[in-house]
């Protein structure tokens, strides 16, 4: 049995995955979820008698004291520590807020948030997961910019413009879920997504130019 240690898709907790089932029950929340779903914390699967331990402080619901938070508006998250859970007293993550966030490698975000500004996460360079609600409907120019780890990424179904710049420079950005409400993807969304060889796009949706690099294939669905 192969265990990993996530956090639960639906309430945030920091949870320990069976990799072999299909599906699981939080103990924390109660409620059912695919394990797919799950936003893992270890790099890799671990062995049931491995001997990795992490800090409690890891896994739990980030400080108020690391987060300048303004009217419900996240502007800059000071702290150092690799999983970030963020309170559901924050409405929306501001521009730059995590910028150059060297240490960052997981993050949750609750239902509360709505949008999320531009350079958000920007050059946040061992960043590998993202839980993003679907309650998001906004995120900024070049949110993502510089996350040179990160490998996937499925959109909110809100969402209907990805903006500029988005993922420019994401060298490692192999899948990416469009939602069936997307419009318009802008100028140089996903500049520099070398490993990115296939999208599927919804019908309908206008494309930049130069929204994707050279090499990828646009699927129309």
Excluded at 95 to 113: H, Q
Excluded at 185 to 190: G, P
Aim: glycine residues 6%; proline residues 7%; charged residues 15%.
């Amino acid at each position: 049995m192969a265990l990993n240690h996530a956090f639960c898709p639906l309430c945030g907790a920091v949870i320990t995955v069976d990799l072999s089932q299909d599906a699981l029950i939080c103990p924390a929340c109660g409620r059912p979820f695919l394990n797919v779903q799950a936003v893992y914390a270890d790099p890799a699967p671990a062995p049931a008698a491995s001997a990795v331990t992490f800090s409690k402080k890891e896994f739990s619901t980030t400080p108020l004291s690391d987060l300048d938070i303004e009217y419900g508006v996240l502007r800059r998250y000071k702290g150092k520590n690799s999983y970030v859970i963020l309170p559901d007293c924050i409405k929306e993550i501001g521009s730059n807020a995590f910028l150059t966030a060297r240490n960052l490698r997981s993050a949750v975000l609750p239902d509360s948030i709505t949008g999320i500004g531009a350079q958000a996460f920007s050059e946040c360079r061992q960043l590998i997961k993202l839980r993003i609600p679907d309650t998001v409907t906004l995120i900024g120019s070049g949110a993502f910019s510089g996350c040179k780890s990160l490998t996937e990424f499925k959109f909110p179904n809100g969402v209907q413009t990805v903006a500029s710049d988005t993922f420019w420079g994401c060298t490692a950005l192999k899948s990416v879920r469009f939602p069936s409400a997307l419009r318009r993807i802008e100028v140089n969304a996903f500049h520099g997504c070398t490993a990115l060889l296939s999208v599927q796009v919804p019908a309908g949706t206008s494309v930049a130019d130069s929204a994707f690099p050279p090499q990828t294939s646009i699927v129309r669905i």
